[in-house]
T-cell receptor, first 115, second 115 residues
Framework: GAVVSQHPSRVICKSGTSVKIECRSL??????MFWYRQFPKQSLMLMAT?????????EQGVEKDKFLINHASLTLSTLTVTSAHPEDSSFYIC???????????FGSGTQLSVL | KQEVTQIPAALSVPEGENLVLNCSFT??????LQWFRQDPGKGLTSLLL?????REQTSGRLNASLDKSSGRSTLYIAASQPGDSATYLC??????????????FGTGTRLTIIP
């Protein structure tokens, strides 16, 4: 089946630093990728929709200047958490839509801990 | 605003039993509904995708049904095994408030199969 690679799987950083998370579709092209955040015991919440070659579309309440998304190719999207703070600590998951069948495939997630 | 609810939040059954997980959604204007499983600290694995025009999908021991008019879906797992233990999420694909497509997740059902 289709595979989405997300890394790093875990990152611990100091408050005020920036963290970049990569999401790659390994065996299919993804014109659309999505970024989600999941707090403990809660469901996934969509943060933004990333379309290759265009600006990402952010959900209400998500700061675009804080969560920078770049989708420069059909197989790669990155999420950069700028000036991270403890409240940004969460589980971040990306997904990519396989243009052939519209199925969504998810990365394995990144656990971000900001000290 | 689309809301997705999954009942029960947690379920424990003995190995070998059949079981049903429930998902309900408030806005019937959806493109599709997808069932996922999530293992602790991991990303999501797609199980079944049902298009809005379909009534059910089957894969191995899994069968998912969709009744769009009533806003309900069920995931039936036959002959449960310990390896089925995971959190099961349903998600509906519709339109976000900003006119972009959006996947709205339920809060999940944590399934434990007792050997």
């Amino acid at each position: 089946g289709a595979v989405v690679s997300q890394h790093p799987s875990r990152v611990i950083c100091k408050s005020g630093t920036s963290v970049k998370i990569e999401c790659r579709s390994l065996d299919f092209q993804a014109t659309t990728m999505f970024w989600y955040r999941q707090f403990p015991k809660q469901s996934l919440m969509l943060m933004a929709t990333s379309n290759e070659g265009s600006k990402a579309t952010y959900e209400q309440g998500v700061e675009k200047d804080k969560f920078l998304i770049n989708h420069a190719s059909l197989t790669l999207s990155t999420l950069t958490v700028t000036s991270a703070h403890p409240e940004d600590s969460s589980f971040y998951i990306c997904s990519a839509r396989d243009w052939r069948n519209e199925k969504l495939f998810f990365g394995s997630g990144t656990q971000l801990s900001v000290l | 605003k689309q809301e997705v609810t999954q009942i029960p939040a947690a379920l424990s059954v003995p190995e070998g039993e059949n079981l049903v997980l429930n998902c309900s959604f408030t806005d019937s204007a959806i493109y599709n509904l997808q069932w996922f499983r999530q293992d602790p600290g991991k990303g999501l694995t797609s199980l079944l995708l049902i298009q809005s025009s379909q009534r059910e999908q089957t894969s191995g021991r899994l069968n998912a049904s969709l009744d769009k008019s009533s806003g309900r879906s069920t995931l039936y797992i036959a002959a449960s095994q310990p390896g089925d233990s995971a959190t099961y999420l349903c998600a509906v694909r519709g339109l976000s408030n900003f006119g972009n497509e959006k996947l709205t997740f339920g809060t999940g059902t944590r399934l434990t199969i007792i050997p």
